[in-house]
Every structure is written in structure tokens, then in C-alpha cells.
């Protein structure tokens, strides 16, 4: 798998998670106006994922390490509260809205994993093609 294809992979999952969970969010009985656009903070980082493709197609090396760097913070970012707060509401109550909040938190942790592990294969086969 080449890093671009990596990367589109991983904004689908950043850009798909969110708006299914922005659609299945159901407001409180006692705030019915409340809504849950932070749940779209992710697709922010996949635009931004999304506009470092073109890039990455044409194997710019300043570019694919701008787009290491987004996708590592984005990890660390889900997994730091919509993961960790899914996971610690799990313990506490174990409802089926919990387990979709962790799959969809966990899905985008596993696309920007998988995105890194392409990343730095892609740039330990460029440092050895260049010294051979």
C-alpha cells in the first residue's frame, strides 16, 4: 500500500466516524437544543489529511512528514478524550452507545495507525533505495 492510498483510508474513517455519530447522537431529554458538533473536530484533521494528498501522490518528502506529524496528533487527540472518555463511560455503564462510541473511536485510531506504519515503511524504503 502506498502512503497516499494509506492516507485517503484514514481520512475516510476521520471524515465517516464523526458524521455517524453526529447522526446517531441523540440530545437530552432536559436539552433537547443541545448538539454534538465537536464529534466533527476529526473531519478538521482530514481535510487537512485530504489537502496533503496530492503530496504524498508525488512522493514530496517535506509534505508526507507534515502528514506523519498531522496523523499523530490526530491519534493522540481521539485517543486522549473521545476514546479514553468512551472507554471509562464503558466501565461505568456498559450500554451498547458506549460500544459504538469506542468501535468509532477505535476505527479512527486503527486507520491512523495503519497510516503511520505505511508512512514509515514508505521512508525506510526511500533511505534504502538512496543508498544503494
Given amino acids: 500500500m502506498k502512503p497516499y492510498q494509506a492516507n485517503l483510508i484514514n481520512v475516510l474513517a ?11 447522537f441523540e440530545a437530552p431529554a432536559d436539552d433537547p437544543d443541545k448538539s ?17 494528498n496530492g503530496g504524498l501522490k508525488k512522493e514530496n518528502k517535506f509534505i508526507s512528514h507534515l502528514a506523519v506529524i498531522f496523523t499523530l496528533i490526530t491519534i493522540v487527540a481521539i485517543y486522549m478524550k473521545p476514546f479514553s472518555s468512551a472507554l471509562a463511560d464503558y466501565n461505568d455503564n456498559n450500554s451498547s452507545e458506549n460500544i459504538m462510541r469506542i468501535v468509532r473511536s477505535g476505527v479512527m485510531i486503527l486507520t491512523g495507525v495503519l497510516s503511520m506504519i505505511v ?14
Fill in 14 to 24: 476521520l471524515i465517516l466516524m464523526p458524521v455517524w455519530a453526529l447522526i446517531a
Fill in 36 to 52: 454534538n458538533m465537536t464529534a466533527l473536530i476529526p473531519v478538521v484533521f482530514a481535510i487537512i489529511l485530504f489537502l496533503f
Fill in 119 to 132: 508512512f514509515v515503511r514508505s521512508f525506510i524504503a526511500n533511505r534504502k533505495s538512496k543508498q544503494s
